[in-house]
């Protein structure tokens, strides 16, 4: 079907891009699995990070746990894909579904680099408020989602 859209060119230039891609993203992918499952471990086997410790941050549906798992993941660096594999070690180590919601989505939002970049365009004082706005909704979300989902 895409032979009847595009010229001859084109496809082969999309599946240059295409595999370049995949060979960037994959080794990021894989190593996200390994270093999370080396830390935390899988069901039933500890990893280097006891699961006691992880359930003692982030377990449960909490206003802590929720802030504490946006904060820390603000400051992160998610690679693509990457927050997957960590959070589902976070998971099977004991954290909440809500704590693991805010954690994706301010994981996502943000970065020590991102923020860097944001203040360099925006300002100081505009930078900490979106700081401050995606941590309290990520909170916030995940709060709720963590009631509604036990």
């Given at each position: 079907?895409?032979?009847?859209?595009?010229?001859?060119?084109?496809?082969?230039?999309?599946?240059?891009?295409?595999?370049?891609?995949?060979?960037?993203?994959?080794?990021?992918?894989?190593?996200?699995?390994?270093?999370?499952?080396?830390l935390?471990?899988?069901?039933?086997?500890?990893?280097?990070?006891p699961?006691?410790?992880?359930?003692?941050?982030?377990?449960?549906?909490?206003?802590?746990?929720?802030?504490?798992?946006?904060?820390?993941?603000?400051?992160?660096?998610?690679?693509?894909?990457?927050?997957?594999?960590?959070?589902?070690?976070?998971?099977?180590?004991?954290?909440?579904?809500?704590?693991a919601?805010?954690?994706?989505?301010?994981?996502?939002?943000?970065?020590?680099?991102?923020?860097?970049?944001?203040?360099?365009?925006?300002?100081?004082?505009?930078?900490?408020?979106?700081?401050?706005?995606?941590?309290?909704?990520?909170?916030?979300?995940?709060?709720?989602?963590?009631?509604?989902?036990?």
């Amino acid at each position: 079907m895409l032979f009847k859209w595009f010229k001859k060119d084109e496809l082969k230039e999309w599946t240059g891009a295409t595999w370049e891609f995949a060979l960037q993203i994959l080794p990021l992918l894989l190593g996200g699995v390994l270093i999370s499952g080396f830390l935390l471990g899988r069901v039933g086997h500890e990893g280097v990070i006891p699961s006691r410790f992880v359930v003692m941050l982030v377990g449960g549906n909490s206003l802590w746990a929720n802030f504490f798992s946006a904060i820390v993941a603000a400051f992160m660096y998610f690679a693509t894909l990457t927050e997957v594999p960590i959070l589902q070690g976070l998971i099977g180590s004991g954290m909440g579904k809500g704590p693991a919601l805010a954690m994706l989505l301010a994981g996502t939002a943000l970065s020590l680099p991102n923020m860097l970049v944001i203040r360099s365009i925006m300002g100081t004082k505009k930078t900490v408020i979106y700081i401050s706005l995606v941590v309290v909704m990520a909170t916030i979300s995940g709060m709720i989602f963590g009631f509604i989902v036990k």
